[in-house]
C-alpha cells in the first residue's frame, strides 16, 4: 500500500523558532498555536504525518542525540493532549551545514542527510511506502521545499518566497486553513498544475 502523506518540517512550522540558535531542552520547546488545528485537520484527511528536521545543533556539540529524544518525547506527548494524536514517524538529520548556502549540503559531504536532500523523505519511503504524487511537504525554509521536490511530493511554504519557489505559498500558517479542503483532495481534483501564492 502506497500512503499519502504530509511531511513536515519542525522549527517555525511545528513549534516557535529561536532565532540563531537551537531548541536544545523540552523546556524551550513551544508548540505554535496554529500548527494543532492544521495538524487535526490533515489526519483527518487520512494522511500519514511525518517530522523531516535538520538538528544540526547535535553536529555542533550544543546537544546530543538523546536531548532530542527528549525533545521529541515531549512534542510527541503535547501533540496527542492537544491535538489527539502525534507524529506518524520522525526522521532527523544531526550533521553540520558545512556549505556555502545555508541549508545547503552541496556535493562536499558524501551521504548527507540534510534537507535539501530527500534523503530523509526516501528513507520513510522504504519504512512506509510512500505515494510521493498524493503527498506534501511543508516548511518556512526553501531547503524544505527542494527536498519535497526532490522526492517527488507537492511543496508548501510558509514565509515571504517568490512565485515558483513551491506550488503552496502562503504568509502563515493561518493562511493555509482555507486551502486545506482543496489541497488535502487527491491531485487530479486539487491543484493540477495551478500554483497557489497567498499574500
Not at 9 to 20: A, E, K, S
Not at 26 to 34: A, G, I
Not at 127 to 156: P, V, Y
Request: negative net charge; contains cysteine.
Amino acid at each position: 500500500m502506497h500512503h499519502k502523506t504530509f511531511f513536515f518540517d519542525r522549527d517555525g512550522i511545528v513549534n516557535q523558532r529561536i532565532m540563531d540558535g537551537y531548541v536544545t531542552s523540552p523546556d524551550e520547546f513551544v508548540l505554535l498555536s496554529d500548527f494543532l488545528p492544521l495538524f487535526r485537520m490533515i489526519k483527518e484527511a487520512g494522511f500519514l504525518t511525518i517530522l523531516i528536521t535538520n538538528q544540526q545543533g547535535i553536529g555542533k556539540g550544543l546537544m546530543t542525540e538523546d536531548d532530542l529524544t527528549e525533545i521529541h518525547t515531549t512534542m510527541q506527548k503535547l501533540l496527542i493532549k492537544y491535538a489527539g494524536s502525534g507524529f506518524d514517524d520522525i526522521y532527523f538529520a544531526g550533521e553540520r551545514d558545512l556549505s556555502s548556502r545555508s541549508g545547503c549540503c552541496g556535493d562536499i559531504l558524501a551521504g548527507c542527510r540534510r534537507k535539501p536532500s530527500p534523503a530523509m523523505l526516501l528513507e520513510a519511503d522504504k519504512r512506509w511506502g510512500i505515494n510521493f504524487a498524493e503527498s506534501w511537504m511543508i516548511g518556512d525554509s526553501l531547503s524544505d521545499a527542494e527536498a519535497g521536490k526532490a522526492a517527488g511530493a507537492r511543496t508548501i511554504l510558509v514565509g515571504r518566497f517568490i512565485e515558483g519557489d513551491a506550488d503552496v505559498i502562503v504568509p502563515s500558517l493561518k493562511a493555509l486553513f482555507p486551502l486545506l479542503p482543496t489541497l488535502l483532495a487527491p491531485p487530479s481534483q486539487s491543484l493540477s498544475e495551478e500554483i497557489f501564492t497567498v499574500k
